[in-house]
């Protein structure tokens, strides 16, 4: 009951019109930047950071909430329309939000989005008041191989869904994680994978690796294929949501909170995680699951809800304990700590007002995300009418600045060029992009968190799975491996049924089946 109270009159804080007016800027900066290739909500909270020197401190949290979600939100309109993610959080959105944009959907894609933020950043709102405390202290027992084995189930969990074949995404995987080494050795010091290059010595940023894959080999490969396609014309499509696409979405809206809140509150990669276990997730669960990589609307719908989740509870986290456990996180603890704040268990106590008009400007930011979104969906959806040439000239340069943005080096010019053309070569031999960036953003953190286990049981591998939560996640993983083998039990006793139907298999000819057989998904 304190907490409603509280929660009460944080409204009463946020909703002044002064407050009101910085949400508003908080959120049409992050959705701005947020489209831009490269430039997340992270810098972008860390560019306007000497802007707020002058404000108040409830004023300035406020608008960098709304920075944080519409950065989001705007990440997942480029992954939508372009296939390129704004940052690592929409990489997901990408994979059925793109080919729903190619098929004339773009717009039902974007609104499943929007109202995807909406649900998930709202009930995660909600969780973050009812549930940060609990939430916080179990962040704090969790240990290193329970954060190994989370991140393998990540591993194993997309490389398993995606792509034409197992192989094929381990192999994806593979390159990523290879180039998740390059840089110094986080405990030793050692080079990897350096050349003697000063610059490589920090590795080679995440959004540097995302934007490459998706934006440059993305542009790479149309351009090889522009006089093919030169006349390939993409519709708009109507501006809303009908009836099935409502019965498709809801209850992935509903599910995303619960996968993105808690993985939100631990220091296991912020939303990257939660988001690709969404997307299996609905994947397994859909009705629908041959449409999945062709435009699934469950698989944008889900991922988002998730995504916006997350952020409450990184925010959660970064309140309660003082733990950032996402970059952007990071940043606004730099600027609690520059207003003289430290966030930590007496943050409740001793800035109590600014803590909840924090928390109810999350509502309000929600709130106005939707409104203001919505309805600029087949605005959006419009950019793909752009001549190709135009359009991804202009992505080239927006992934060029924002890449040289995050180092100030020309050198990530250059790596990000090759990445670019690992990725159009990913894309010519079918090879998917995802499980690539996922062994980028999870790779170091898992190779630190394995060491760490082995290192307190002394090398032995009994460390790995010594608590129930790593044994349960490791359950889950087996299940995933042997569910292929599984699986193909079921249609054998459906096809068994099909004759006494009326629909003799055997009566086909060799050109109905070959008619049934998928086309190669090879390039």
């Known amino acids: 009951m304190d907490s409603l109270n509280s929660l009460l009159g944080g409204f009463g804080t946020a909703l002044s019109p002064l407050n009101l007016l910085w949400a508003a800027v908080g959120v049409l900066l992050g959705t701005a930047i947020g489209v831009l290739p490269g430039i997340g909500p992270a810098m972008a909270v860390a560019l306007l950071l000497p802007v707020t020197y002058g ?104 490389t398993s869904v995606l792509g034409s074949s197992r192989v094929r995404g381990f192999a994806s995987l593979l390159i990523g994680l290879t180039l998740g080494l390059v840089g110094l050795d986080q405990m030793t010091g050692q080079e990897r994978l350096t050349f003697g290059s000063l610059q ?62 808690p993985f939100g509150a631990i220091p296991a990669g912020g939303a990257e995680i939660p988001t690709f276990l969404s997307y299996v997730t609905e994947k397994r669960l859909s009705k629908h699951p041959e449409e999945f990589g062709k435009g699934a609307i469950e698989g944008v719908a889900g991922p988002e809800s998730a995504s916006s989740a997350s952020a409450a509870g990184t925010l959660g986290s970064m309140l309660t304990l003082g733990l950032p456990t996402t970059a952007t996180a990071a940043v ?65 340069f927006f992934a060029a600045v924002g890449a040289y943005a995050i180092g100030g080096q020309p050198v990530d010019l250059v790596i ?23 062994g980028v953003i999870l790779g170091p953190g ?9 290192q307190l049981s002394d ?3 009994s460390g790995l799975v010594n608590t129930p939560f790593s044994v349960t996640v490791y359950g889950v993983m087996a299940l995933l491996l042997v569910w292929p083998w599984l699986r193909p039990l079921l249609p054998k006793r459906r096809a068994k049924a099909a004759p006494a139907a009326g629909t003799d298999p055997t009566d086909a000819g060799p050109e109905e089946a070959a008619a049934t057989k998928g086309p190669d998904d090879a390039p």
């Open 200 to 261: 490589l010595s920090d590795g080679i940023d995440v959004v540097i690796v995302a934007v490459g894959l998706f934006a440059i080999g993305e542009a790479l490969w149309v351009a090889a294929h522009l006089r093919r396609n030169s006349a390939q014309s993409i519709p708009v499509g109507r501006p809303w949501l009908d009836r099935d696409d409502l019965r498709r979405t809801w209850k992935p809206w509903l599910r995303g909170p619960l996968i993105g809140f």
């Open 446 to 454: 898992a190779e630190l968190q394995l060491r760490r286990a082995l």
């Open 55 to 158: 404000l108040d401190p409830t004023g300035a949290f406020i608008m960098f909430a709304g920075i944080y979600y519409g950065g989001m939100f705007g990440g997942s309109t480029t992954s939508i329309l372009l296939n390129t993610p704004g940052e690592s959080a929409a990489v997901v959105a990408a994979i059925e939000g793109n080919p729903m944009a190619r098929a004339g959907r773009g717009a039902q894609a974007l609104a499943a989005a929007a109202i995807g933020h909406f649900t998930g950043g709202v009930l995660g709102t909600i969780a973050l008041v009812a549930l940060a405390p609990a939430v916080a202290e179990l962040a704090v027992d969790i240990g290193a191989p329970d954060y190994f084995a989370i991140m393998v189930l990540a591993f194993v969990a997309v």
């Open 416 to 438: 990000l060029l090759v990445i670019g053309l690992i990725g159009l070569l990913m894309r010519r031999f079918g090879l998917p992009v995802l499980p690539a960036v996922i």
């Open 332 to 396: 606004m603890l730099a600027a609690f700590q520059q207003y003289g704040i430290q966030p930590g268990p007496l943050l409740f106590e001793r800035e109590a007002d600014l803590v909840w008009a924090l928390i109810a400007s999350l509502f309000v930011g929600m709130v106005l995300l939707l409104v203001l979104n919505l309805p600029l969906a087949p605005v959006w959806a419009k950019l793909l009418r752009i001549p190709r040439p135009y359009l991804y000239s202009g992505i080239l």
């Open 459 to 461: 090398g032995s591998l």
